[in-house]
């Protein structure tokens, strides 16, 4: 069974500080992972991908990836209230480019004024 | 350039009942997936459509069945409803011959209630 896990939080940070968020996957042979914001209501909005170990830096997000370790995390810098949503991480196990995403439970974030 | 589209956004169905959600895809998009997303959950894969036909599925009973029309836009059907069947339903489109892999973009959902 594919599996994406998250730590479901609340993750409650204050305003300005640095949110980390973590995601650990089962199929080792997944080679794309990507992360959506979702704000209460409203459906998932991709804000960042990542296919290769390393870091990744988009603005204020990074995203890093550790294949070995089966991990990838996404770091949010200069948290503002306006983060405050649930995040969710997604893997795309082997199978080409169109193959259906695999998505963990969602880690929410609060970012105290 | 409008984006991934879907209706109604709103829908409540009583159990038993059957249910036609829509969806027209991005522009310039020929393939378009599924995902159901109950409460407190992540998305969760239905199916995936290119060409007119099922080229993927995920674990949903064929209870839930789908279309895709020529102009790739996709229908979701879900007969005999059941209250396990509540959670907002997901539309998201691609082209199935770039081979990048930017992700998917959803559209605004389909939230259905059954009571």
């Known amino acids: 069974q594919k599996e994406v896990e998250q730590n479901s939080g609340p993750l409650s940070v204050p305003e300005g500080a640095i949110a980390s968020l973590n995601c650990t996957y089962s199929d080792r042979g997944s080679q794309s992972f990507f992360w959506y914001r979702q704000y209460s209501g409203k459906s998932p909005e991709l804000i960042m991908f990542i296919y290769s170990n390393g870091d990744k830096e988009d603005g204020r997000f990074t995203a890093q990836l550790n294949k070995a370790s089966q991990y990838v995390s996404l770091l949010i810098r200069d948290s503002q209230p306006s983060d405050s949503a649930t995040y969710l991480c997604a893997v795309k196990p082997p199978g080409g480019s169109q193959g259906n995403l695999i998505f963990g439970k969602g880690t929410k974030l609060s970012v105290k004024p | 350039d409008a984006g991934v589209t879907q209706s109604p956004t709103h829908l409540i169905k009583t159990r038993g009942q059957q249910v036609t959600l829509r969806c027209s895809p991005k522009?310039?998009?020929?393939?378009v997936s599924w995902y159901q997303q109950a409460l407190g959950q992540g998305p969760q894969f239905i199916f995936q459509?290119?060409?007119?036909?099922?080229?993927q599925r995920g674990n949903f009973p064929d209870r839930f069945s789908g279309h895709q029309f020529p102009n790739y836009s996709s229908e979701l059907n879900v007969n005999a409803l059941l209250l396990g069947d509540s959670a907002l339903y997901l539309c998201a489109s691609s082209q199935s011959w770039d081979s990048r892999d930017y992700g998917y973009t959803f559209g605004s959902g389909t939230r259905l209630t059954v009571v």
């Open positions: 522009s310039g998009h020929d393939t």
């Open positions: 459509y290119y060409e007119e036909e099922e080229r």
